[in-house]
């Protein structure tokens, strides 16, 4: 492994900015410091450069079984996009089928992992898809195998995914015992299936009638059945990819209460609003669930970034191709539910902390160090010395403009592409 001496740059941690030297050695920090100085080692001048640590995107679907096909990008696939955009680690969603327990779930995905061989590092949250007694048995045995975290899906209840709320309850209270996080999906699934029924009916099928029928209100009420379950267990959730506005204005309370709530949000739900779905052949590629909110729920978001409601950026990266985003043309049940994103997590939220003139040690907690410690990434999120050296060294200078063409994921489809982005990555460090 390769040694390197960066010098003079602004280091940029969840707390702190310093101008400095990083010394790293065997693919670890050894020494943080100024004018520092070591023999027979590669001298990297990164004065006017920002330091960062490697971003850690916490939600990811690599080739998800969903809506009739898989995710696009398998583990390298991803590995590779991530990188390119300064995402040194991601965390994946293994998601229990059939009979499977939740270690052997996870086995199945690191055995692709061990195939596929990414250049980040990977890990995983279980999704729990059937509860039973065998399941709850065997959350003590987790943290052992590296699974700090599980998921419900309070959705998905006709593709079988589904944990009712009483099951949920029962997660929590068995997962608080052994520290392990509980990761919700939060939208109202018979308000969801219902709305679906009625637009059918109708015969309301474009893509439209996906945001429509799990509008803001539904989020929300998945949001309120989060704080009920939390009160009712005093145990800690963490509300994954929340986009409506009321919902963050009761996280912003329930925080203030001091109930153990963590939220997480995406980029696309601050990137664009809802107008996206009014387009049926551009819209079929934002199909994602939650769906991509209002105007109002955007800028709720946006202030929750800065007043610090939100506690992790992550993308749910999810790419489908264009072909079978067409499926659901007529018929938005057979959009399959997914947008990519790994590669622009850090550089669109650092473009944007340039643009609203936002410190980049925010967006560090955000997408490094918070990820780090919420999910126990040991050597990760913080430029310390220990730590792995994983890191991103950003310019603020010079704008660019995404074309598909950059796009490492495999997908056709690119929802970013045609946003101008401030600044830019001058190098990656991997460990
Ligand atoms: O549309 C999405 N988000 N697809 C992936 C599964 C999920 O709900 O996170
Ligand atoms: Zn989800
Ligand atoms: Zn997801």
Known sequence: ???????????????????????????????????????????????GLYLLPGGIDAHTHMQMSFG??????????????????????????????????ILETLDKRLKLVEEQKPLTDVYFHVAIT????????????????GVHSLKCFMVYKREGMQIAPDDIAKIMVEAKKYGIMVNIHAEDVDQIDANIDKFVEEGKLDCKYHYLSRDEEVEYAGDKIVIDLI?????????????????????????????????????????????????????????????????????ELWKAIIDGT???????HCPFYHEEKLWG??????????CGGIQYLYIYMLSEAIKRNIPFSR????????????????????????????????????????????DKSKADTNIYEGLTLKGKIVRVFKK
């Open 1 to 47: 492994m390769k040694n390197y001496l960066i010098k003079n740059a602004t280091i940029v941690n969840y707390d702190k900015e310093e101008v400095g030297d990083v010394l790293v050695k065997d693919g670890v920090i050894t020494k943080i410091g100024k004018n520092l100085f070591e023999p027979r080692v590669e001298v990297i001048d990164a004065l």
């Open 68 to 101: 009739g096909t898989y995710s696009s990008d398998n583990y390298y696939d991803g590995s590779v996009a991530a990188l390119a955009g300064g995402i040194t680690s991601y965390i994946d969603y293994a998601i229990q089928k059939g009979d499977d327990s």
């Open 130 to 145: 059937r509860l039973d007694e065998k399941i709850l048995d065997e959350f003590k045995d987790l943290p052992a195998h």
């Open 231 to 299: 009160k009712k267990t005093g145990a800690p959730a963490y509300i994954v990819h929340l986009a409506n506005e009321k919902g963050v204005k009761l996280a912003r309370e329930a925080k203030k209460e001091g109930l153990p709530l963590l939220v997480e949000t995406c980029p696309q739900y601050l990137a664009f609003t809802s107008e996206v779905y009014f387009d049926p052949m551009k819209g079929l590629d934002f199909v994602c669930s939650p769906p991509i909110k209002n105007k109002a729920s955007q800028d």
């Open 310 to 316: 939100i506690d992790t950026v992550a993308t749910d």
């Open 329 to 338: 043309k007529d018929d938005f049940r057979k959009i399959p539910n997914g």
């Open 363 to 406: 967006i560090v907690s955000l997408i490094s160090y918070k990820p780090a410690q919420i999910f126990k990434l040991k050597g990760k999120g913080e430029i310390k010395v220990g730590n792995d050296a994983d890191l991103v060294l950003f310019s603020k200078e010079g704008e660019h403009v995404i074309t598909k063409e950059e």
